[in-house]
């Protein structure tokens, strides 16, 4: 009788550690960095949101391709050759054009190498880059709004009557 409650003692913090998990892989978290520190604190509130630049501006080849594409330093300096340019930040920008390096962003959102997404099937199709990516014109410091894991693509499909067929996507 003692030696069983002995085991059942042992073994009780093996189950609460084994419940913890269970509960921990149910819950909706999402682990992963939502606003990585970037190189240089470009805020897309400013250039959006008050200057009204339009995304396709800096995110060009979003219609025709399947990336969107993130800007070179080059379309930067087009405006802060002369602009901004006593501040830090811009200080900064200069010495990357300067020493010809690309910036190197941290990236928010990223599939997997053996699964594809087409940008310009998801706009023909008149979705709006907020519908995925959220008011970005209001986000200073740009966040990932969505996890983007095969249960999200699969929920759309289904809602827009588009493919779910494994193929379409992986390949
Ligand atoms: C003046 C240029 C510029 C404009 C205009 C602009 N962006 Fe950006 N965008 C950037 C730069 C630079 C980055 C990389 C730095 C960052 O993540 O903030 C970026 C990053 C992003 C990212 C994150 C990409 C990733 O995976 O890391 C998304 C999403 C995005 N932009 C969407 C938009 C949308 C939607 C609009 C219009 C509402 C827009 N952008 C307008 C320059 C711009
Ligand atoms: C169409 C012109 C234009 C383009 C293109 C542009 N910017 Fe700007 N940017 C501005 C203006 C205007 C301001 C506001 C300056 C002010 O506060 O007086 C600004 C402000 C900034 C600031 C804040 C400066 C500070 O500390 O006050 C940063 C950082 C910045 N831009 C980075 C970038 C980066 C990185 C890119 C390229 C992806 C870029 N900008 C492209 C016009 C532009
Ligand atoms: C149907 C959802 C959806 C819509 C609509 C959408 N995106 Fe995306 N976006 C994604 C996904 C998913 C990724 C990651 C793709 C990858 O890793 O290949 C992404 C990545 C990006 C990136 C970073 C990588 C790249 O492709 O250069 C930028 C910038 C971006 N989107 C901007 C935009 C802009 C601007 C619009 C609107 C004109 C838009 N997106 C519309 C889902 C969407
Ligand atoms: C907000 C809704 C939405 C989300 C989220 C979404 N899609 Fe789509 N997707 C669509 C629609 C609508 C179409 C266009 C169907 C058409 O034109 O027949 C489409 C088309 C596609 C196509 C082309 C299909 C074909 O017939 O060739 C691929 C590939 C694709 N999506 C991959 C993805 C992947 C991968 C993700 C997740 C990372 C994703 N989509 C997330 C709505 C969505
Ligand atoms: C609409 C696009 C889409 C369709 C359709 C789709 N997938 Fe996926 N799938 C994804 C994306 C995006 C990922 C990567 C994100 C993730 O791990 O959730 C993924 C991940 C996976 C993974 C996990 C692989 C890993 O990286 O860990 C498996 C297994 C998988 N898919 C199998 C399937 C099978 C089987 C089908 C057909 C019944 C299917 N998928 C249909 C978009 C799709």
Redesign the pocket.
């Known amino acids: 009788m003692k030696k069983k409650l002995l085991i059942a003692i042992l073994l009780l913090p093996l189950l609460a550690a084994v419940i913890g998990l269970v509960v921990l892989y149910h819950l909706p978290l999402d682990l992963e960095d939502r606003a990585p520190s970037?190189p240089i604190a470009?805020s897309?509130r400013q250039?959006?949101g008050e200057m009204a630049?339009?995304?396709r501006?800096?995110?060009r080849s979003v219609d025709v391709s399947a990336i969107?594409g993130?800007?070179d330093v080059d379309?930067?300096r087009a405006c802060h050759l002369f602009i901004a340019v006593d501040r830090p930040e811009i200080t900064r920008l200069a010495e990357f054009w300067q020493q010809n390096q690309p910036?190197p962003?941290?990236?928010?959102?990223?599939i997997p190498d053996h699964t594809y997404f087409p940008h310009m099937m998801h706009l023909n199709a008149g979705l709006e880059?907020?519908g995925c990516?959220g008011a970005?014109?209001t986000m200073a410091?740009?966040r990932?709004v969505v996890a983007t894991k095969m249960g999200w693509c699969l929920n759309c499909h289904r809602e827009h009557g588009a493919s779910i067929d494994c193929w379409t996507c992986h390949r």
């Open positions: 970037q470009f897309h250039h959006v630049i339009d995304c501006f800096c995110h969107a993130i800007p379309l930067c910036i962003w941290e990236r928010l959102y990223r880059c907020g990516h970005v014109e410091v740009t990932r």
